[in-house]
């Protein structure tokens, strides 16, 4: 029984472990078939879920970029280089000036001219795996996506070297998932076009580096190079490059100078930056520890390199001149590109102006290289002597409104000057003087100010055109005399300066002491003969004209409406040095692109304004301002010889001095004056204001011939066919009368063979005249012969033909010419009546008359009833012996007076009829006939003569000193 019972519960043991382990097992094949198919379902959820997302993230990529065109090769190209590239000056000869001012200042370079330390330590810190990676690194962006999505506080950076620059060269800096979109999209089209070395050398010329040492805003390697070190790119060293390396993360921080280029106090910042790029260096093997140990050593801050100072503070007058003739020649080229001509950019501002942003805006960011004409050492040692000159003149107080108060100050104002030296074959600016202090006046008074040119507008606007169309010569005779003319509703009197007037004198000789009336006669003569001189002034370049100037007769004088620039005024006294071709002032030689294309090269073109003949003639003239004219001081402050034809100038209240002169080679011109109009101090430590100014443009033009002799010397005018040496009448012009030869005023001087005169002088006469009141008068058919003179004189009518019989005064057309007489229409004087009686008074040995009438010739005398003496009328006492004496005044048409009373002379042992100063008449001879008057060879004629030809007192004897 016990062994059934333990058999039993073997059994039954047996088949509960049976049953238990079936158990088991089911459940277990239960709960792994569960599982299984619970991690496959999780699997595929996944799977789904990710599929989904990567769907939902495809397509939200795809809409952000949808709208981002297909770049091709070229298109990327073409943004990748496209860098905002800093404009290069450069002075004539290859000699560096410097950069033009800009917002951003970058200067790009090669990849193989920089130092690979600087390649490797931009790498090292912003983008270790760029070598690896073709555009975007998957994993970092996934990193800044989430960062994004959770608004993490600290957030790694996920560009590439490759998405920064396609972030600055064609994307903006907007934080959106539409930029970031496309800048990975662009970033892998990129590297598939652009090989590593091509993507890094752009990114090194793109980033921004803080601040140089001038305080300027920097990009580019090369340009940080420059700017803080001193020294091109592929010469920095380890340290260096690590410092430069760490700067592009956060510019304006790590930046070692200020805005003003000082040094900023705290330098931690970007040193612990340089030491956290040479860990990266060392960490990734690039650098050894000796290397990395002896970077972490060296002093940086001991390389800075000194502040520098900017073209715009070392040469701001010749900077800004230079970008301001450079945006005006790439807005030309702008508007031709789109059809758009020069008279429609003029005529339409707007227009203009859209060009004129669109040229500075290119000018700014090309990269531009821009040679000038301007002669370095030229320039500079004439801003020394402009600097040194002592003999300005005083300042003088002027008052302005305050813009800070708007109240009323007083400031003193001191004397400006401008200047300018061009080459006269190619119009090439050589150097010029803009002003005294840029920083207390900033316009250039060379190229902008406009000015009154005084008498320097004479040769150009009245005696070059007058000897061009044939109107004077340089002997001939113009009239000196008061002069008044009407103009619109005004009369118009010039006046020479100092006063006085100079008869008649020759041009030549009007231009060489600066006489304003003649100079105004021509002009006016040849505006009534429908000739335009200022036709002429518009050929040589002057574009200030407005269209009353040319009806204005004091243009002659130089009074234009709106004035003249130095430049214009110079250029225009080229065309005497350039054979009468006037060729156009110019400073900008080429532009040349960042691609070494050159965008601009001035073309030299001439106008052709005076004939040669014209041309020789007018240096001829203007040579003698230099030889014996205003300008006779200039040989004296001079130290080289050169053959110099020039003309002083001074306009209206001593306002302006001028002084231009040009030679074979080169015409430089000087100008002096306030910028708000002022006279000039007449004489200022012992100079007068036109010496003063002539000395500053002989010193100016000594530098130049110490700097380039040969440039500004040399040559001489040469006389061309069609100029001969003429004699002729000069009054008129004429071939010389025998009168012309007895009057004196034969002359020889050059002649147009084109004008030359086959006529004869027929402006004199010979004929009989009388002297009332000093002044000559034609003798009448019954004018006694003992009153009259006989010799050669202007003939009346040429007189009238030739309008001197406005003269007031004959003395002022004698001046200068003795034998010359001038007498004007007997009939004039004549008053139609017999003069009235004279009344004698007897006193001792002499007997006294008193005065008739205005047109008296003189006088007869009589003893006992009989005629004794003819006294002329400018005398009135003789000697008288014993007797009763009459006295009979005669006129100019021979009417005699009343006898006079009787006075009875006392006898004496000295008793005479005759006189010293009368003529004794013959006692038979009959009262009433005056056929047998005969003046007594006792006469003093010749100091009548005297009196009647005596030259004006008042006369000036120059009108510029």
């Not at 304006?252 to 330098?267: A, H, I, M, Q, Y």
Request: include cysteine.
């Amino acid at each position: 029984m016990a062994d059934q019972w333990r058999q039993f519960k073997e059994w039954l043991s047996n088949i509960l472990k049976n049953v238990k382990t079936q158990r088991i097992l089911a459940s277990t094949r239960i709960t792994y078939k569960v599982g299984w198919n619970l991690l496959l379902l999780f699997f595929m959820t996944c799977i789904v879920v990710f599929a989904f997302a990567g769907g939902v993230g495809a397509g939200y990529f795809a809409a952000l970029v949808k709208d981002e065109p297909i770049r091709d090769y070229e298109s990327m190209k073409t943004d990748l280089y496209n860098y905002n590239e800093t404009t290069q000056l450069y002075f004539a000869n290859n000699d560096y000036l410097g950069k033009l001012s800009s917002d951003l200042y970058r200067e790009e370079v090669d990849l193989e001219d920089v130092s690979p330390f600087v390649v490797d330590a931009i790498i090292a810190t912003e983008d270790q795996l760029f070598h690896e990676h073709h555009g975007v690194v998957p994993k970092a962006v996934m990193r800044a996506v989430y960062q994004e999505l959770t608004n993490a506080d600290n957030r790694s950076g996920g560009s590439t070297l490759t998405q920064q620059i396609i972030k600055n060269q064609i994307l903006t800096n907007e934080v959106s998932f539409d930029r970031k979109a496309k800048e990975i999209l662009l970033a892998m089209r990129l590297e598939r076009y652009f090989k590593k070395e091509d993507i890094i050398e752009a990114y090194l010329n793109i980033v921004p580096f803080g601040r140089d040492a001038a305080g300027r805003n920097i990009a580019g390697v090369q340009t940080a190079a420059r700017g803080i070190f001193g020294i091109d790119a592929s010469e920095l060293n380890l340290a260096q490059s690590a410092y430069i390396a760490g700067l592009p993360q956060s510019p304006s921080r790590f930046t070692p100078f200020t805005n003003f280029g000082e040094v900023k106090p705290d330098l931690s910042p970007s040193i612990d930056k340089m030491h956290l790029v040479l860990s990266r260096m060392f960490e990734t093997n690039i650098i050894d520890e000796q290397a990395y140990e002896d970077a972490l050593a060296y002093d940086v801050t001991a390389d800075f390199t000194s502040p520098g100072s900017l073209p715009n503070q070392e040469y701001p007058w010749l900077t800004v001149e230079i970008e301001k003739r450079a945006k005006v020649i790439l807005l030309e080229q702008l508007a031709a590109e789109d059809g758009v001509s020069k008279e429609t950019l003029q005529a339409d501002n707007e227009l203009f102006n859209s060009y004129y942003d669109e040229a500075q805006t290119a000018l700014h960011k090309n990269g531009y290289t821009i040679h000038t004409t301007i002669q370095k050492d030229m320039y500079d040692r004439m801003q020394d002597v402009k600097n040194q000159f002592t003999l300005y003149g005083s300042e003088k107080p002027e008052t302005i409104i305050d813009p800070d108060t708007g109240e009323e100050i007083t400031e003193m104002e001191p004397v400006e000057t401008g200047a300018m030296l061009i080459e006269n074959s190619t119009g090439r600016i050589l150097s010029f003087v803009a002003g005294r202090d840029h920083e207390r006046q900033a316009q250039n008074h060379a190229t902008s100010a406009l000015r009154s040119n005084g008498s320097t507008m004479k040769p150009l606007l009245v005696y070059a055109p007058a000897l061009e169309l044939g109107v004077a010569q340089p002997g001939t005779l113009i009239a000196d005399v008061k002069y008044s003319i009407r103009a619109g509703s005004d009369i118009w009197s010039p006046s020479n300066y100092g006063g006085g007037y100079h008869g008649l004198t020759s041009a030549r000789r009007a231009l060489a002491s600066s006489y304003n009336i003649p100079a105004a006669k021509l002009y006016v003569d040849m505006l009534k003969s429908g000739h335009q001189p200022t036709t002429y002034l518009e050929k040589m370049g002057v574009t200030s004209l407005v269209p009353g100037d040319k009806s204005n007769y004091s243009m002659a004088l130089g009074a234009l409406t709106k004035g003249i620039t130095v430049e214009e005024n110079v250029n225009a006294f080229s065309t005497f040095g350039n054979q009468g071709k006037f060729t156009d002032a110019y400073l900008i030689e080429k532009i040349v692109s960042k691609d070494n294309e050159t965008v601009y090269e001035h073309e030299t073109t001439t106008v052709d304004v005076f004939s040669p003949q014209t041309n020789f003639m007018m240096l001829s003239m203007l040579e003698d301002v230099i030889s014996g004219g205003t300008a006779v001081s200039l040989p004296g402050f001079l130290n080289f010889q050169s053959e110099w034809a020039g003309k002083t100038g001074t306009s209206q209240n001593y306002n302006d001095a001028w002084f231009v002169a040009t030679n074979p080679k080169v015409t430089f011109g000087v100008w002096m004056g306030y910028d708000t109009p002022k006279p000039l101090e007449v004489s200022y430590q012992g100079y007068s204001y036109g010496s003063r100014n002539i000395k500053l443009w002989a010193e100016l033009m000594n530098v130049a011939y110490d700097v380039n002799p040969e440039l500004v010397t040399g040559g001489s005018f040469e006389r061309p066919d069609g100029v001969v040496q003429l004699t002729f009448c000069g009054i008129s012009g004429k071939l010389p009368s025998e009168l012309c030869q007895q009057a004196g005023l034969v002359t020889t001087d050059l002649f147009n063979a084109k004008y030359v005169p086959t006529e004869r002088d027929n402006s004199f006469i010979q004929g009989e005249y009388v002297s009332i009141q000093g002044t000559p008068y034609s003798a009448l058919s019954g004018t006694p012969s003992a009153f009259t003179r006989y010799g050669a004189m202007l003939n009346p009518a040429f007189i009238q033909q030739s309008g001197y019989d406005q003269v007031e005064n004959p003395k002022q057309l004698l001046s200068g010419n003795l034998n010359l007489l001038t007498p004007r229409s007997g009939s004039a004087i004549e008053n139609g009546r017999a003069p009235a009686p004279v009344f004698v008074n007897h006193s001792g040995s002499a007997i006294s008359w008193s005065t008739s009438d205005t047109d008296v010739v003189g006088y007869y005398v009589y003893r006992n009833g009989q005629r004794i003496a003819t006294v002329p009328a400018h005398q009135q006492s003789i000697s008288a012996g014993s007797g009763d004496y009459n006295v009979v005044a005669i006129d100019i048409a021979g009417n005699q007076s009343p006898w006079s009373n009787t006075v009875t002379g006392e006898s004496s042992e000295s008793d005479t009829s005759e006189d010293s100063d009368v003529s004794t008449e013959d006692e038979n001879a009959s009262d009433t006939d005056s056929s047998t008057d005969v003046p007594d060879s006792s006469t003093p004629a010749s100091e009548e003569q005297e009196e009647t030809l005596e030259q004006d007192n008042d006369a000036s004897e120059e009108n510029e000193q």
